[in-house]
């Protein structure tokens, strides 16, 4: 009598996840290069709790406890995408499931405007009045270099060369210096506020970026016009007015220093209000009369 074995299969075990803490998660997170901006409150939300405990819900309530009236966007940046980090690198350490957080829906950004050449004539003159050519010069500095504003206030004067107009960033956010040239109008206000200013002193004296945007408002206020903040009026500004004059977008990529064509396309290059009649202008001066 043949005797057959029967093979049964038993549902596979689920696997032993580690009991590690969140905190402990975001510590080795940190430890091999992860990002610290915004992590200290949600390490002190969640603190001990085993990371394989934490689920896509969790998130998002952390996210409105911790912002309870900011909106979706800031929730988004400044809880959920550092929690997502912290999780997805446990989960590469085999401390916890991969688990999906989705973002919470925003609301449409609303539609900001560059500053315009009628905009920049108006600051410039209202800070001639209150005389202000230091902020004056830094917009403009700002408006046609891309700078950011953290790194304008950060300029020495030992970095220009006003013969070769030139300016030298020093550590950009990109994590390398970049160099910046200057137009002949930027050059010659800088000659002005030149003086007696050492090396090593401040191009621009402001030594903190809000001190600059409390400034820029206070006079937009008095020449009544609309409040445009420094990354505005600054390389908002230099993106769309290099593509208005013609230059190409790897040449005004590279000369604001940006790395991303689709952030600065879909970021920083505005279309004008008027976008339509200045392209059915400009298709007026092109002849296509056929007519025989």
């Not at 959920?80 to 912290?86: E, G, I, Q, Y």
């Amino acid at each position: 009598m043949t005797h057959q074995t029967v093979q049964t299969w038993a549902p596979t075990a689920a696997p032993i996840l580690s009991e590690k803490t969140f905190a402990e998660a975001a510590a080795s997170y940190i430890e091999h290069g992860g990002d610290v901006r915004f992590i200290d409150p949600i390490i002190e939300y969640f603190g001990n709790r085993p990371l394989a405990s934490i689920y896509p819900f969790d998130v998002r309530q952390m996210a409105l406890t911790l912002f309870p009236t900011q909106s979706n966007a800031t929730r988004n940046r400044q809880a959920l995408t550092p929690a997502r980090a912290v999780i997805n690198h446990g989960y590469e350490r085999g401390w916890c499931n991969l688990i999906r957080i989705k973002k919470l829906k925003e609301d449409p950004a609303k539609p900001r405007q560059p500053a315009s050449a009628v905009w920049m004539h108006a600051f410039i003159r209202r800070c001639t009045k209150d005389r202000l050519p230091h902020l004056a010069a830094l917009v403009l500095f700002m408006a046609q270099t891309a700078a950011r504003v953290s790194e304008a206030i950060e300029l020495r004067w030992r970095d220009v060369d006003l013969a070769s107009r030139r300016a030298l960033l020093a550590k950009t956010k990109t994590g390398r210096n970049s160099v910046r040239h200057l137009t002949d109008e930027l050059a010659a206000r800088l000659r002005d506020l030149r003086g007696e200013a050492g090396d090593d002193d401040r191009v621009f004296r402001f030594t903190n970026r809000h001190s600059v945007n409390e400034r820029i408002k206070a006079v937009c206020r008095r020449a009544e016009i609309s409040y445009k903040s420094s990354h505005l009026c600054g390389r908002h500004t230099f993106a769309t007015t290099a593509i208005e004059l013609g230059a190409d977008i790897r040449t005004a990529m590279e000369a604001g220093d940006w790395k991303s064509a689709s952030v600065f396309l879909g970021i920083y290059v505005h279309p004008r209000l008027n976008s339509g009649r200045m392209v059915a202008d400009r298709f007026n001066a092109v002849q296509f009369d056929v007519t025989i």
